[in-house]
């Protein structure tokens, strides 16, 4: 008798589906006071984010143990990964809660306030500090509309592609909060970094490239940089922010050796 083939057996893999999803919410009730932890549970549903927990737990604030609390409180707007105020600590990293999804997350989940930031109401933070340092760069294009300016500027498209990843900056705080060299105002941080190289790469934008250079050339400015290299790491928007870094370096080293030339 011919032996028989053998016939691999298949075997499927179940994947257990939770009946509830834990979160745990690090709270405050106002800046002045001490933050404290609740746990909530609510029911699990096919491709929850965190976004839509915090509003099933706004409906019904109830803890875990039964005990009517407050609603808690967060930012939101887009809902796409792109306005970047929903950003909170999830499990210790730092991203947006819209684009977090339940069923990629080990439970319980821990909500926090970035740290970097003063921590308003629950996970709401001021990031402020961060569109004050977007105005010390002078992080726009002046056109004061009285003339016409003609066809756009030709640019290289290697740099038209660089530029456009740094346009993608949702100025989320994800790269200050990943950074150890941010703390108050010791550092300026990358994200105004990378502003300060988008708007001088632009032909146009050059006109102020002194101005910006110089915005970062403070005591916290660019050479507090550590190279730790954590923001390229943490950033959603994949932005190349060591490159930035690395290029606005040079460009005030330059600057300060041969900038009073020009005077």
Known sequence: MSAQPHQPTTQRIRHVTPKSVEIHIRRRANPDSPSYWE???IPY???LNIISCLMEIQKNPVTKE??????????????????GICTMVINGRARQSCSALVDQLEQPIKLEPMSKFTN??????DRAPMFDHLRRVHAWIELDGTYDLGPGPRMDQDDVQERYAYSRCMT???CLEACPQYEGDHYIGPQAIAQVRLFNMHPTGKMTRDERLEGIMGDDGITNCGNAQNCVKACPMNIPLTKAIYEENRETVIHGLFGWLKS
């Open 120 to 125: 308003i109401r629950d996970l709401v933070v």
């Open 39 to 41: 746990e909530f549970e």
């Open 66 to 83: 039964g005990i009517p609390t407050t609603p808690p409180v967060w930012q939101m707007n887009c809902l796409e990964q792109v306005c």
């Open 45 to 47: 549903r096919n491709n």
């Open 172 to 174: 989320c705080g994800c």
